[in-house]
């Protein structure tokens, strides 16, 4: 069973893969299913526990008594390293579940199936075969499942070749010996760990102090056999304000912990003051130790960190506020502990120092210090678990960071001498045996310069074996969390030099973090069931939708955050997308053909190419959730504005250009959805086979004039819903009526006062290497211009507003005329304006024209409007087709109206007509008597004249009448037209 919170790694490889494909690579994503290590030892030896204890199947008391153990509360502060969870894994995965067959229940299996489960190996034959399973319904684009593989043992042809690997490392002198607990009999490092991750060495400084005169009597080697004569041994030590100190006693102090002798500090640590005040205050202790009065009564304590709240003296502070009395206070000590180190650890300050950095940027190489300090005390083998066993030592095995180093060598093997089967014991496509497979052996397949071996293996098959590994290595990028880069990272890139010293064209060349994934922004833990297992998430999310969600869970080493809604939602945006597509294909035929040459054709064109090549930027750098922005969400958006803009219609060819671009872009995140869409437009050969669209020309001030036009068509709805529906103070006694008539007033250059500004601020960005001083000294320069003084109140809010467009948008801002022709774009684009405001009419005119407000509040890329209302008079239009859910309605009639600003009045009104085109506009032959006709069922033209295209409508506001003019002849039409809709 696949863990979810990991295949945000096998996501990340499958994004990459999929993506390099379609860049016309060879790739080879291998998947191996890593089994070494305690866990799956430790699990099975717990199974037989339980059983031996409780029987089979096991009868559980109905509460254990744990409460005793839970209790132990160790009173020493604890340091853990920060990199790893405070949680153990084991908590997080088991749950609530305290025995191991509940836990094994609670995967769905049977009482008879648990039984196995208490032999080690049967968890290797059982779990890998299901993780494969559910990668591949996932999608995972591993290319040959046939190099799959378990580790440990139970695999003699990878147990071959790790001995090799470590028989290598031993001669290399790559081996030593490392820290050993005497409790387990082994080294236990952090994989080894079933609990207790996370808890790193404890850092001791040792301090030499000099013994000064009376000496004593005798030494020992022994603290347990010394501390007695110590007791009241005069020192000097280093750092203090005396000049002598004595060795006293502590009732805390563990006396097998380093030399027993430890620095005390009662200023700030609480253990030490309350110790001090025991000596001080209870003569019997000190006579107890042989402490005299002057050793002791002088000294207080020496002022060291200053700690908001509690000054230089902490410890005596809290511990007084604490009412503590002596050393055995243990509860009281620990609360005041807790206090003290955590505000002195975030807030101390020992002392200031003085500073003379104003900026820059720095790298932390004290963590790559540590760390590689640290790697140094990695113990590579341990006694317990599954594993290879070492070559020189076979009571040891090689533990579960160590056997999987190399192991991306293997790979490019394992099919020859596996055949696809896991654990290696099938029969060899090469007839390979694993005994065959000597040091020699695999000296000769993976370094070059090694001469064919003493071996009864055909040479052909150990060449067929070396130019696999030629061709496929190195590895060009490897992915994993961000928590394996102080260890198994590292130790992989050392390894990796180690078994190639000499040749560096078999070292990795790159390696990709990512972080741990969130569910819903929580950490995945079923004790509070925020879980879910891979198999579940496909099932829920499908394959697809699931893989969108993780890509758009986040990018580099942040924790990602899979969001279930977020999935639920991408469903139905892949759904839509389909949807769309089959309904293109079955109207393709009613889509614009001819030059794609509007202005919206030329735009939507520019922001494809434009979405294309951010789009493989972003997969070139391994930033998926960029790229799903790029590739999906910023595409849709194109194509959803071309659609909503194009009055004129879609054009055919760009649709399905969108649509094959499109569904190559999201390929690599979602390869089934894609994969059928490539079908549904009639493709031959797989998208598997595609190659990756390649991006015309991009035109950046055509982007940037529809932006101008969009943010334009915004501007004007906010505009219109102030002047519809002003602010409570603003409004009037009746409600203005709603406008039918637009001006917008559009500027060529900047007002004389903004010109003055931007000219100076564009002197100072040339001459400063685009740089603008500070604000003083900006409005020192623009006050002593004469022209701008009784402007000085709006001049440097303009200046703040340039420099805050500066920074987002680039030094074009300076320039004095826009790089486009606004006026062009508007009026290229004034039906869609027009519809979109529902105006009858909008006129575009330049602020030249108009009075001194509007060329003083109009500016280039910043249209001014004026919204006003024209009268009509009412006619009703009358729809005689029967059962067609269309209605009469009343619209006005303007003066100067034509047959199309009709129409697009009526729509408004009338939502059920969806193309106009299909609109036909008629008038009574008899104005008068043909509106009291009753009308025939099939004969609704009768009696009926169309109105004509060249048609303009007169109106009489006195009369309250309307007539039509056409091709120089006057008609009455009264006071009803009919529409028709084919």
Same mark, same amino acid.
């Given at each position: ?118 032999e080690a190996e049967h968890w290797l034959e059982y779990f890998p075969p299901l993780a494969v ?183 005596p502070l809290v511990c007084d506020e604490l009412k503590i009395q002596s050393q055995n206070d ?220 993780? &890509?758009?869970?986040? !990018? ?9 809604? @977020?999935?639920? /939602?991408?469903? *139905? $945006? #892949? ?119 390649? &991006?015309?020309?991009? !035109? ?9 036009? @969009?943010?334009? /068509?915004?501007? *004007? $709805? #906010? ?123 909008? !006129? ?139």
């Amino acid at each position: 069973m696949e863990h979810f919170t990991l295949d945000i790694r096998s996501a990340c490889r499958s994004f990459a893969v999929g993506y390099q494909r379609l860049k016309g690579k060879q790739c080879l994503f291998p998947f191996g299913l890593h089994c070494t290590g305690m866990p799956i030892k430790a699990c099975a030896d717990k199974l037989k526990r339980e059983m031996e204890l409780y029987g089979n199947p096991p009868q559980f008391p109905e509460e254990e008594e744990e409460e005793e153990e839970q209790k132990k509360i160790t009173d020493e502060v604890i340091i853990k390293d920060k990199s790893k969870g405070k949680k153990s894994k084991a908590v997080a995965k088991s749950g609530s579940a305290k025995f191991q067959w509940d836990i094994m229940k609670s995967l769905g299996l049977r009482d008879d199936e648990i039984v196995k489960f208490a032999e080690a190996e049967h968890w290797l034959e059982y779990f890998p075969p299901l993780a494969v399973e559910d990668l591949k319904k996932m999608g995972l684009k591993v290319a040959d499942w046939r190099r799959s593989f378990i580790t440990t043992d139970v695999n003699p042809f990878y147990d071959s070749f790790v001995r090799w690997q470590y028989i290598t490392l031993k001669e290399r002198k790559k081996i030593k010996y490392t820290i050993y607990s005497p409790k387990d009999g082994q080294p236990c490092m952090d994989h080894d760990r079933q609990t207790g991750e996370g808890v790193g060495p404890q850092e001791y400084t040792l301090i030499k102090m000099k013994i000064v005169e009376p000496y004593p009597a005798k030494l020992r080697l022994t603290p347990s056999s010394f501390f007695q004569d110590i007791l009241g041994c005069a020192l000097s030590a280093p750092l203090t304000s005396y000049k002598t100190i004595y060795a006293l006693p502590m009732l805390t102090i563990k006396e097998d912990k380093g030399t027993g002798v430890v620095t005390s500090v009662p200023s700030d640590a609480p253990d030490d003051i309350a110790a001090l005040r025991d000596i001080k205050k209870k003569q019997a202790l000190r006579e107890k130790y042989g402490i005299q009065d002057y050793m002791v009564l002088p000294f207080e304590p020496v002022p060291i960190i200053e700690i908001p709240g509690y000054g230089n003296l902490s410890a005596p502070l809290v511990c007084d506020e604490l009412k503590i009395q002596s050393q055995n206070d243990r509860e009281k000590l620990a609360e005041a502990k807790e206090k003290v180190y955590l505000k002195g650890f975030y807030e101390g300050v020992r002392q200031s120092v003085n500073t003379n950095i104003t900026s820059g940027h720095f790298m932390k190489y004290a963590c790559i210090r540590s760390t590689l300090a640290w790697l140094q005390e990695h113990a590579c083998s341990r006694s317990y678990g599954l594993g290879t066993r070492l070559p020189w030592d076979e009571q040891w095995l090689i533990e579960s960071l160590s056997d999987s180093t190399i192991y991306m060598a293997y790979y490019t093997v394992a099919h020859l001498l596996q055949g696809g089967v896991l654990n290696g014991q099938g029969p060899s496509p090469l007839g390979i045996r694993a005994e065959q497979m000597t040091r020699e052996v695999w000296d000769y397949i993976f370094f070059k310069t090694t001469p064919f071996p003493k071996t009864d293996i055909p040479k052909e098959k150990l060449q067929k074996l070396r130019r696999e590994f030629e061709f496929w290595y190195p590895v060009d990028v490897r992915v994993s969390g961000k928590d394996l880069v102080p260890n198994h990272l590292s130790y992989y890139l050392y390894n990796h030099v180690a078994m190639w010293p000499s040749d560096s064209g078999k070292w990795p060349k790159a390696v990709r973090a990512n972080g741990h994934l969130l569910l819903n922004s929580e950490k995945m833990s079923k004790s509070t069931g925020n879980f879910l297992t891979l198999s579940q998430a496909i099932a829920k999310f499908s394959a697809d939708g699931m893989r969108l969600a993780l &890509a758009d869970a986040g !990018d580099t080493v942040e924790d990602a955050n899979f969001v279930e809604a @977020m999935a639920d /939602a991408g469903i *139905l $945006r #892949l759904f839509t997308w389909v949807e769309w597509v089959k309904e293109m294909i079955a109207n393709q035929n009613n889509l614009r053909t001819g030059p794609a040459d509007t202005f919206n054709d030329r735009v939507f064109i520019s922001e494809m190419n434009s979405s294309i090549i951010k789009t493989e930027q972003h997969f070139e750098r391994m930033m998926y959730k960029e790229a799903l922005k790029s590739g999906f969400f910023e595409f849709q958006a194109a194509k959803d504005k071309y659609r909503e803009l194009a009055i004129e219609g879609m054009h055919r060819d760009l649709v399905f250009q969108f649509i094959e671009n499109q569904t190559l872009l999201l390929a690599p995140i979602c390869p089934h959805l894609c994969e059928h869409t490539w079908s549904l437009l009639g493709k031959s050969s797989s998208i598997m086979k595609a190659r990756w669209p390649t &991006a015309g020309p991009v !035109d950046e001030i055509l982007i940037r004039s529809s932006q101008y036009l @969009m943010d334009t /068509a915004h501007d *004007l $709805r #906010l505009r219109l819903k102030a002047y519809t529906q002003p602010a409570k103070a603003k409004q009037r006694p009746t409600p203005p009526a709603k406008p039918t008539h637009c001006t917008i007033y559009v500027a060529k250059t900047y007002p004389p006062w903004q010109h003055s500004a931007l000219s100076l601020l564009g002197k100072h960005y040339k001459s400063n290497n685009g740089a603008l001083p500070d604000n003083k000294v900006i409005a020192m320069e623009l006050g002593a211009m004469p022209e701008l003084k009784k402007y000085m109140k709006r001049v440097m809010p303009f200046v703040a507003m340039i420099k805050d467009n500066l920074e987002k948008n680039g030094p074009r801002v300076l320039d004095l005329e826009l790089e486009f022709d606004e006026c062009a774009v508007l009026l290229e684009n004034i039906v869609y304006l027009t519809n979109s405001l529902e105006l009858d009419q909008i !006129d575009v005119v330049f602020a030249s024209e108009a009075d001194d407000k509007v060329k003083e509040d109009c500016c280039p890329g910043k249209p001014f409007c004026v919204f006003r209302s024209e009268p009509g008079v009412l006619v009703s239009l009358v729809n005689p087709q029967p059962a067609n859910g269309l209605f009469s309605t009343r619209i006005d009639i303007r003066q100067g109206d034509s047959k199309d600003s009709i129409i697009r009045r009526l729509s408004r009104v009338n939502r059920g007509i969806k193309d106009l085109s299909k609109v036909k506009l008629m008038r009574f032959e008899d104005p008068l008597l043909g509106p009291r006709r009753i009308p025939v069922l099939g004969k609704e033209e009768e009696g009926k004249m169309p109105i004509s295209n060249s048609s303009v409508f007169h109106i009489n506001l006195q009369e309250n009448k309307v007539h039509m003019s056409d091709n120089g002849l006057k008609m009455d039409i009264g006071d009803t037209l009919l529409y028709l809709v084919q």
